[in-house]
């Protein structure tokens, strides 16, 4: 019999739709977060118990898409974010990437409002 009140823990990437980056871009967005965010938890500790049973249990991802005021804002909350200075053109870096840590898909929940699947 299986326990319906375990967390479902998935790992969500938010991509900027506003920069219509190319699909091999994309590609190297979500693995620079994916990779930025296995290490911080690796070498930093904190939210092992969170991260091991997102390990344990599939590693499960889903990639998003918001518009670059909606990436920007879970930027500024103090999620994992991603600027690519190849594409900055002599500006500042644009934010391509926000990562959020594995979470429960209810507590995710309010956090994805308005975002569209890739």
Request: net charge negative; no cysteine; aromatic share 6%.
């Amino acid at each position: 019999m299986t326990e319906t009140n375990q967390p479902e823990w998935i790992q969500y990437y938010i991509l900027n739709r506003d920069l219509n980056l190319s699909p091999g871009t994309t590609a190297v967005q979500v693995a620079h977060a994916a990779t930025t965010l296995a290490l911080h938890y690796l070498l930093n500790g904190k939210e092992q118990e969170a991260f091991r049973s997102w390990l344990e249990t599939g590693q499960r991802k889903t990639v998003l898409t918001g518009s670059e005021q909606q990436v920007l804002q879970l930027a500024e909350r103090g999620y994992l974010s991603v600027r690519d200075g190849q594409l900055s053109r002599g500006e500042e870096a644009p934010l391509t990437i926000v990562a959020l840590p594995p979470m429960n898909r209810d507590d995710a929940a309010p956090l994805l409002e308005g975002l569209r699947e890739l």
